[in-house]
């Protein structure tokens, strides 16, 4: 993949997810050169082992996919959720990477600031991402300097994954308590946990019918965000009214986060990222019309991950000037390993 | 205290709570000859082990006050959240108490309706729980029939202690984030988690004041279930707007509870129970108001607890006839025990 470049000059940019981990190679030009995958790397939805694995499973398949040095590598930069401060998980890391000859030092960004950087190589600028969680940014100088939401399921990502998806869950369980309007999620939800066989079953329990009993252990047997899953749910029936202000209200939400972190800010790109924004599902498009005249000309700007950004921060952090020809080549450059 | 009785006729009746662990010995007659207390007896709020010695202590504090014989225990009646179903807990309980003497078997019922049967010797009617969690039950034949709510934190429990607590922390996290109204919940919350030294921190870790960190470490650290602490705040501002809507939303969400729990059934009492009901805060008059006539002449009934409904259920299952008679004296020398 072009010219021989001097050693030491590769940076290993990870972009650690809570559904996959990505890992590109990319040298001081900005071009990627293999790329590397693995499952779940977030240590906050599966165990900081697991995560530390996935992470230097799809490193090295990125080394691999490339035929480099590990060697030549001089950082690897993880952008993970909320950043920083986790030494002993960062340590696992390096030394699994340096068994395998990657000695390079590891560090840590916040996933947010990543997705930022994957929509524009400006300094300043705005990021909503809505993944599992929720979370806004007002970028200046690089840097985050003011955070919205993105206090987890059980005090904030207000229209997030786990947001609708939790959402989702209670109105099926109102549809079937009778406190709430019949909807068309129920029937998705209940095939979506396997529950079909229970659907005519009479046979209560503590006064209770056996649908609803199960709904609730399936839902408690695991991390409470994996609710986020049964998000997408609201998709598939987009003429349903309760589906409908489920998403209505996920917008509104978004909304009120995105524009806190706008407030009294300069002008700037509002890059999006995450799942509930990039779909092709029209929540972004609902969300431009609610915010309408508060966005810039352009409107909002998705991002498929973090995964450029976290390049452009390892590059930065070794003193490249990720300008405008950089950042093209980068954007270009990792869409074409992705294949 | 009284006559003798015929050996082998008391009974121990255990109400246990999340927050403590109440237990009357009574006796065939409906006299509470002796009461016990405890902490927490919630598996699901502390841990099994915990929760049965909590039991166990209340249950023989009961047997010390009455100065009654252990071997004269024909029952231990559990009134307990969820009821049956838990042949482990209960099996450890029943040892601990069979080393102490106390060698009967011991019986698990739904705390919902220990709840109905402290309010009522009638066999059909509703009953409205608004603790910790929240639940509506319809009972019929002296069983629940229907159970509405009840689903936990995760799913539902909507205007519960927990429900209303989560809403004081987001409250007050908008507040503190710019996403929403100034509220007088605010110092209240800094304050009960001992915060204030933050206050005027103007330093910000990730873009986010220490302060918005902070109170979402002190949120995470425990069972989810323990905002409900937080939800007795909302009373301390009664003029505060996000106060009275937090209190108001939780009314509404009771009384659709409630309503499914009425809707196409006899005529009977409605029974609460539950600190958010039973309190001097108006919250029950509130939920009065929000039912005006779907509820019988006499509204709501309060009951402090389901220890007297526990007696009833322990006696019942010993073949007692409960009258108003026995269920007037049951109600008196309970209260008395109380002192």
Known sequence: ????????????????????????????????????LAGSANPLA??????????????????????ADPADVRLVLLAAAGGGHRPAFMQMISTSLGLRGVHAPVAM?????????????????YVLVAGTGAVAHRVEGGRSIRSVDGLGWLLGDIGSGFWVGQRVVRAVLADLDGTGPSTGLTPLLVSAMGLQHLVDERDALNGRPR??????????????????????LVFAVPEDEVAREILDEA???????????????????????GGLLTGAHGLRQRLERVLGDELPPEGLVPVVDGLVGSAVLALRRLGVDVDAAVFERLTHSVAACRG
């Open 46 to 67: 599966t165990d900081d082992g697991d995560a530390a694995a996935a992470i230097v499973t799809s490193a090295l398949g990125a080394v691999d996919m490339a035929g």
């Open 211 to 232: 649908l609803v009993h199960e709904i609730g252990i399936t839902s408690y047997s695991e991390l409470p965000v994996r609710l986020a899953r049964y998000a997408s």
């Open 1 to 36: 993949m072009g010219e021989r470049l001097p050693e030491g000059t590769l940076v290993l940019a990870v972009d650690a997810g809570g559904t996959s981990c990505r890992t590109a190679l990319v040298d001081f030009g900005g071009t990627c050169r293999g790329l590397g």
């Open 109 to 125: 960004e916040a996933d947010g600031l990543a997705a930022f950087c994957s929509g524009t190589h400006l300094g300043h600028g």
């Open 251 to 273: 917008a509104a939400g978004l909304a009120v986060t995105l524009r806190a972190a706008l407030a009294d800010g300069a002008p700037g790109p509002v890059v999006v990222a």
